[in-house]
């Protein structure tokens, strides 16, 4: 999974960033955003087997729009922070869905919930609106986790594969996402207070 991590970039060269929308990765990754909305649909129409499919998309598609950023120099200010936005709406939206469908239990909500409103919350206090932070390995790690085990937990639910391995594989890897938000949390928290700091002594 490290090895995946900044795939597509050059070993020691930093791409300059372009200053518009109109690039093919933020395409991808409003494409994908568009994905939640659909997924939402089928599992209120109990078609589980097309809302697993519609989440292992979201999840390969989350690792196929940065790395057509590094590698083709598309990387912009916008999907800077685009990106991780239209990943943290989503899992906030998958992870409601889940609870609320009964396919998952709520502590699953209320970990990844509760550290994102504080760091929005911490945001606007300390400067009065969103702030742009370096997303983290442990940050990109914990998305991966999570995006597999969300299809792999919903799986069960289709016809031929309730299985018990799933369940536990499943569980195990949100748990583990999970931890690793609460990490990922930690660090934002911490990077926010230093940049707030270095503006102050500035």
């Not at 093919?24 to 209120?44: H, K």
């Not at 992870?95 to 911490?122: E, H, K």
């Not at 390995?137 to 016809?159: C, F, M």
Request: some cysteine; hydrophobic content about 55%; glycine content about 8%.
């Amino acid at each position: 999974m490290i090895r995946l991590i900044g795939a597509g970039g050059k070993p020691g060269e930093t791409p300059a960033e372009l200053d518009t929308f109109w690039t093919v990765p933020n395409i991808i990754t409003v494409v994908r955003f568009l994905g939640v909305p659909l997924f939402v649909m089928f599992i209120v129409q109990r078609e589980y087997a097309a809302a697993v499919i519609t989440l292992v998309l979201l999840g390969s598609t989350d690792w196929v729009d940065g790395y057509v950023a590094r590698r083709f120099g598309q990387v912009s200010s916008v999907g800077k922070w685009l990106d991780p936005v239209a990943d943290r709406t989503a899992l906030i939206v998958i992870a409601v869905t889940f609870v609320v469908d009964g396919v998952a239990p709520a502590w699953l909500v209320w970990t990844i919930v509760i550290p994102d409103a504080i760091l929005i919350i911490n945001a606007l206090i300390l400067f009065h609106g969103p702030i742009s932070l370096p997303v983290t390995n442990i940050g990109k790690i914990r998305t991966a986790l999570l995006l597999v085990g969300s299809p792999l937990l919903l799986l069960q639910r289709v016809e031929g594969f309730d299985q018990p391995w799933l369940e536990i594989t499943a569980t195990t890897l949100l748990v583990l996402g999970c931890i690793g938000h609460l990490i990922a949390f930690y660090g934002y928290f911490t990077a926010a207070h230093r940049v707030y700091r270095l503006e102050r002594s500035a």
